[in-house]
């Protein structure tokens, strides 16, 4: 039975557990922090974290906790107003931290499917790193997290002196990237690569001006582990951070299957697959991404199924997309006759309704896959002679060029050199250093939170080889 206490008996249980053990506090909005109680007051209490592998002091006042967990008791202090906690997790907007997925449908979310059995995990390392068990992850996190990247002390911090270092969570007025700390990241760093490592400077400075403020301590941390991971593809820093996070909050589904990524980049796919069946029970392109890559493309297929029903308000957008889903599935593992009839489905769909833009570029890029797929077999890299060709391919925003240098019958350089997109993080060098180190355009993974920009340099490189050939 759960029943309010008197700061007097939170003082009593401090007594009998002398700050030995493990604590717990978990504030109203639902965050939880872990750690010890150092120091308790008649309205406050002071709980030792650890973050970044330092130790810092964070003080909660009393009405904002729900309970606390000391020495293995619970204390609830105050219930919580109408909370459902068993509702399930949404995708946070970008202001919070969150990176949207580029290849998933606003209004989607993650719909809900009836779970399937899970793929046994077997070793199958990551392009990026060979197999590596559980406790070899877990120990490349711990040492990562515990020390800086190496061009950290030579980035100076630097960010306008006019932002609100406050953040607050819902920022008022017109977007404004000088004032808002989410706006400033997402405008001004993201569409920057030169200002990558700078702003991530700035989200740690920001870990010390909010050291004592859990809210925007924990949504800094999930805008560091999102950075790390979009911009840098830093697999054990961007975990070490989702990690700290989830110690604090539950993750959203979308930054759960990022961190399951990065176990499966880092070398283990027993800690991606323990990691998504976190979220059994729901579905987007995202996961059936992942699924795919991880060597799973039956799990993936049956995934992408669920997405091609129209919604219960008719949507057809969300159909369209699982079918995209789908011929992505079947492209990335060499089944193309099956990935061309995915795509089409796609063109099967009239854009009409209130997502007839949304519909309109899913049949774009499904056409786009398709003209990509019809001059696969042909390409010969022999063919070819040596020199730089050109073509473009349909990309989120507008057009996207690639440069492609030929030499002695291989792929010498992939460069992306005219493009329209601004959200398009590490693909546009991750996926040219794929195709080279690959020689191909078959088989390559899209980078996450940038598929349709990965995907049009794949398309558009294909193009440029074929119409290369002699």
Known sequence: MRVHVTPMLIVGALLVSGFSLADEVELLNGQRIRGSVVE????????NVTMGGAETKMKFPLSRIHAVVIGGRRIVLNEKPGTDTKAAPKAQPPEHGETPDDDETPQAAQAPVASDPEPEAKAEPSPKAGARSPAEVAALIRKAGATPPEWYEATPLDYP?????SWPEKPQGPWNPSKNIGQYLWSTINENPGRWKSGIRFLHHLLTVHK???PVLTRTMESLANSYFNLMQDWA???FWWEKVATCQKLSVSNTVRLAECYWRLGSKAMAVAKM???DGYVSAGIVKLWSEMGEPEKALRLAAAMTRPDERGDASWAAEGHLAAGDVCRLHGRYPEALARYQKVLEIQPVGQ???QIERLRNRAQANIDAIK???ALDLKRIPDGAYRATSVSYAGPLEVTVSVAAGRIESVRVSRYEDKQYYNSLLAVPERIVAKQSVKGIDAVTCATITSEAIVNATAKALAGAMK
Do not use: C, M
């Open 355 to 357: 997502r007839k833009g």
């Open 277 to 279: 069946r976190e979220v």
């Open 375 to 377: 001059v696969y077999d």
């Open 40 to 47: 308790e007051s008649k309205d406050s209490i002071t709980f």
């Open 161 to 165: 002196q006019s932002l609100d270092l």
């Open 237 to 239: 820093r961007a975990a």
């Open 212 to 214: 004592d403020n859990p």
